[in-house]
């Protein structure tokens, strides 16, 4: 079933938000009590604790210092969870939401897609995420075009028409015949492209900088993307199609622009999203501290 239209709020700059249908009242109420749960706990933690250490000392369990560090490493534990748990500043999620949502993002192919057609609220909802990204200078280099419908046939076709005439020969073949095969298959389960491009600012930026904005735009929708049900990977396209005069015209970009590839965006087949795993090295093994 459809998702309802989606409400609009407005944004710190005026403009108008993209805001998700509300969950179920049910799963309201569960969110509701979990966050009410943590900080009550966490409140009567200190409390008890100072008692417990009191009574500790008074009856000879505990010594005096033994006491002041087990209440210092309990406060040292305290102060770590409700990091964790409770609201930031501003009404931000708590840092474990926010760790959840990053460690949950995932590269998902259109082998596991449906077919189904995303709502517009869902690809706002990342485009929306993707304008509030880091930018040197306010240059917002970040553009995206977004290809559904007629559209992304067409671009489908002028894909496979620019690889055939742009290529070597020999290499020219297989690669055609490969993208015909996901023009029959994979692309179908496709719901819309969206094309990252990057308006260049050469007279006040190095070029590096605005990649790098960029890249954190995409990140951000891909989080968004995450949150709001969207399967989708970062395709960084067939080269010989992506750079042509040829598409950079199609997607309506000017001299000195630049497509640094596509969000393929779809839905996933039930359960198939959750049989993507991810792993990362551990912290000590990319960090080091000077302190």
Same mark, same amino acid.
């Given at each position: 079933?459809?998702? /309802?239209?989606?409400?609009? =709020?407005?944004?710190?700059?005026?403009?108008?938000?993209?805001? @998700?249908? @509300?969950?179920?009242?049910?799963?309201?109420?569960?969110?509701?009590?979990?966050?009410?749960?943590?900080?009550?706990?966490? =409140? %009567?933690?200190?409390?008890?604790?100072?008692?417990?250490?009191?009574?500790? +000392?008074?009856?000879?369990?505990?010594?005096?210092?033994?006491?002041?560090?087990?209440?210092?490493?309990? #406060?040292?534990? %305290?102060?770590?969870?409700?990091? &964790?748990?409770?609201?930031?500043? *501003? #009404?931000?999620? /708590?840092?474990?939401? !926010?760790? %959840?949502?990053?460690? *949950?993002?995932?590269?998902?192919?259109?082998? $596991?897609?449906?077919?189904?057609?995303?709502?517009?609220?869902?690809?706002? !909802?990342?485009?929306?995420?993707?304008?509030?990204? /880091?930018?040197?200078?306010?240059?917002?280099?970040?553009?995206?075009?977004?290809?559904? #419908?007629?559209?992304?046939?067409?671009?489908?076709? &002028?894909?496979?028409?620019?690889?055939?005439?742009?290529?070597?020969?020999?290499?020219?073949? !297989?690669?055609?015949?490969?993208?015909?095969?996901?023009?029959?298959? $994979?692309?179908?389960?496709?719901?819309?492209?969206?094309?990252?491009?990057?308006?260049?600012?050469? $007279?006040?930026?190095?070029?590096?900088?605005? +990649?790098?904005?960029?890249?954190?735009?995409?990140?951000?929708?891909?989080? =968004?993307?995450?949150?709001?049900?969207?399967?989708?990977?970062?395709?960084?396209?067939?080269?010989?199609?992506?750079?042509?005069?040829?598409?950079?015209?199609?997607?309506?970009?000017?001299?000195? $622009?630049?497509?640094?590839?596509?969000? +393929?965006?779809?839905?996933?087949? @039930?359960?198939?999203?959750?049989?993507?795993?991810?792993?990362?090295?551990?912290?000590? %093994?990319?960090?080091?501290?000077?302190?």
């Amino acid at each position: 079933m459809a998702a /309802p239209e989606a409400s609009r =709020a407005a944004s710190a700059s005026g403009a108008a938000v993209p805001v @998700p249908p @509300p969950p179920p009242a049910g799963g309201a109420r569960r969110a509701s009590a979990g966050r009410g749960s943590g900080p009550v706990l966490l =409140a %009567a933690a200190g409390p008890l604790s100072a008692v417990a250490a009191a009574v500790a +000392v008074a009856t000879g369990v505990l010594t005096a210092p033994t006491a002041l560090l087990g209440l210092a490493l309990l #406060g040292a534990a %305290a102060a770590i969870l409700r990091a &964790l748990l409770e609201p930031a500043a *501003g #009404g931000l999620p /708590p840092l474990a939401q !926010a760790l %959840a949502l990053i460690r *949950g993002r995932r590269a998902i192919f259109p082998r $596991d897609f449906s077919g189904a057609k995303l709502e517009r609220w869902q690809i706002e !909802a990342m485009l929306e995420a993707a304008r509030w990204a /880091p930018t040197h200078k306010k240059t917002e280099p970040w553009r995206f075009v977004v290809l559904g #419908g007629q559209a992304k046939g067409e671009f489908e076709a &002028l894909t496979i028409k620019l690889c055939r005439e742009r290529l070597p020969a020999d290499k020219a073949e !297989a690669t055609v015949a490969k993208l015909e095969r996901k023009a029959g298959k $994979d692309w179908k389960s496709v719901s819309n492209y969206i094309a990252i491009c990057m308006k260049r600012h050469a $007279d006040q930026l190095p070029e590096w900088e605005e +990649v790098a904005a960029v890249s954190c735009a995409v990140q951000n929708a891909w989080l =968004a993307a995450t949150a709001a049900g969207v399967a989708c990977y970062w395709s960084s396209w067939q080269e010989a199609a992506r750079t042509a005069p040829e598409m950079l015209e199609f997607l309506g970009m000017e001299p000195g $622009d630049q497509c640094l590839g596509f969000i +393929v965006a779809g839905v996933a087949e @039930p359960g198939r999203a959750e049989g993507y795993k991810a792993a990362r090295r551990p912290l000590e %093994a990319i960090a080091e501290w000077r302190l």
